[in-house]
């Protein structure tokens, strides 16, 4: 279905920005429910020489490696997205930080900036999903962090404050 208005435009473009950074939030949370619902079944995932498979089977590999990690933000910027009916591609900037701790308490983050390009579609359910995802890196970094400021607050799972603020007022619609 191609949009016929500037609006319907302008909600698909919101809705694909929803799920972007549903991805982040999903991969910092550790929610792999919320990343899962994020790709296609078959959609596929290629970040190169870090992981080739589906878009469910990063989620489990994202899991994996993070879970070693003590916290992880990713952050997004620099969204454009192009709609074409029920297609659209996506470009958007990722900066990610991740942080782990040896087991003599000293800390180091690691640094990645790269690009997320998209090939979404909104199928028969009406919700836009990847349909195949590229990760394009740009370059990274390690650095040993001479101390922490302060402790990490939240947590990554459901017991996470935002998990209680962002749930979908009664009827509302649910998308990643």
Same mark, same amino acid.
């Given at each position: 279905m191609k949009p016929d208005t500037t609006l319907e435009?302008?909600?698909?473009?919101?809705?694909?920005?929803?799920?972007?950074?549903?991805?982040?939030?999903a991969v910092d949370r550790l929610d792999m429910d919320l990343g899962r619902a994020v790709f296609h079944e078959d959609a596929v995932a290629d970040y190169g020489a870090m992981y080739q @498979?589906?878009?469910? &089977?990063?989620?489990?590999? /994202?899991? #994996?490696?993070?879970?070693?990690?003590?916290?992880?933000?990713?952050?997004?910027?620099?969204?454009?997205?192009?709609?074409? @009916?029920?297609?659209? &591609?996506?470009?958007?900037? /990722?900066? #990610?930080?991740?942080?782990s701790a040896a087991p003599d308490g000293a800390l180091t983050d690691i640094v990645s900036h790269g690009r997320y390009v998209d090939r979404w579609e909104r199928r028969t359910d009406g919700v836009w999903r990847i349909a195949h995802r590229r990760y394009l890196h740009t370059m990274d970094e390690r650095r040993t962090v001479a101390s922490a400021s302060f402790p990490t607050t939240g947590s990554r799972d459901h017991d996470d404050p935002s998990y209680d603020v962002l749930r979908a007022p009664r009827g509302a619609r649910c998308s990643p």
């Open positions: 435009m302008l909600i698909a473009k919101d809705e694909i920005t929803e799920a972007l950074a549903a991805y982040c939030r @498979g589906t878009g469910h &089977g990063f989620m489990e590999f /994202v899991r #994996a490696a993070h879970l070693t990690m003590q916290t992880t933000g990713h952050h997004i910027g620099g969204v454009t997205i192009r709609v074409d @009916g029920d297609l659209a &591609g996506s470009e958007c900037y /990722v900066i #990610a930080r991740l942080r």
